[in-house]
């Protein structure tokens, strides 16, 4: 357990402030989401062992309820319940920011139509951290969650994302990854793009290349734990060299 001195905060009842959890390193909290929750009547998480873990980090012991995509038609009207009665809610993801690739929104659209307030607290973000990471412009990016499961869905949703000018953020998982590669390659095989995996934790690394390049790197242990595919916007300059760069 680390022990910090924490600022005070103003955390009026029957608001409900949405905050931010690190995305793998415990370190990257906050001590403003750490007063928050500090301060919560109940904490809402996607899954209460792994907000636990970051709680008893910090000794923290704070209530904990479940709410996620399988229970959110029902546990929204509990926490609309508990703000028009005064509580204190915080609401967290496993990881990053609330309502991003999460049920959140569902919650702020009940919200927003009962007249109820919520707030933000910002933190780490795996989808800023992979466009800083990917060494890619940053004036103008989409983020476009993650890619459809069914092949020709997602053949037809690259499609769209190549055809971009800005750079473009793309959440796969490490089983189709490869899949996903595939098909960049047939679609786009001179366009330059980065694979940034496990951002923050012990294995983070940045791999740039062609969807060629990055086929022959990605397999054995880069096909496990999470990542985010960053593409090169459609009016991007091309890299030089035909091997992909890693940064680890």
Not at 216 to 226: C, H, I, N, S, V
Request: proline share 7%.
């Amino acid at each position: 357990m680390i022990q910090v001195p924490l600022p005070e905060v103003d955390f009026p009842g029957g608001c409900c402030h949405l905050v931010a959890t690190p995305i793998g390193n415990l370190g990257d909290i906050g001590l403003r989401a750490l007063a928050i929750l500090a301060q919560a009547d109940v904490v809402f998480a996607e899954d209460t062992r792994h907000t636990r873990r970051l709680l008893d980090r910090y000794g923290l012991r704070v209530p904990l309820s479940s709410y996620h995509d399988h229970n959110k038609v029902q546990v929204v009207p509990q926490i609309v319940a508990r703000l028009k009665a005064g509580e204190k809610v915080a609401v967290v993801s496993d990881a990053g920011m609330p309502c991003i690739s999460d049920p959140g929104f569902t919650l702020t659209r009940a919200l927003l139509q009962e007249d109820l307030p919520w707030t933000v607290i910002p933190g780490p973000s795996s989808t800023v951290t992979a466009l800083v990471l990917s060494g890619f412009s940053p004036d103008r990016f989409l983020y476009l969650g993650y890619a459809p499961r069914k092949k020709g869905q997602r053949r037809t949703f690259l499609e769209m994302a190549l055809g971009e000018p800005g750079t473009v953020l793309v959440f796969e998982s490490c089983h189709r990854i490869r899949s996903t590669l595939e098909i960049l390659a047939e679609l786009d095989p001179e366009r330059i793009m980065a694979v940034v995996r496990e951002i923050t934790k012990l294995h983070e690394e940045t791999l740039r290349g062609t969807a060629g390049n990055l086929l022959e790197t990605m397999t054995g242990p880069r096909l496990k734990g999470e990542l985010v595919l960053v593409l090169q916007g459609r009016g991007g300059k091309r890299l030089t060299g035909a091997e992909p760069t890693g940064e680890q």
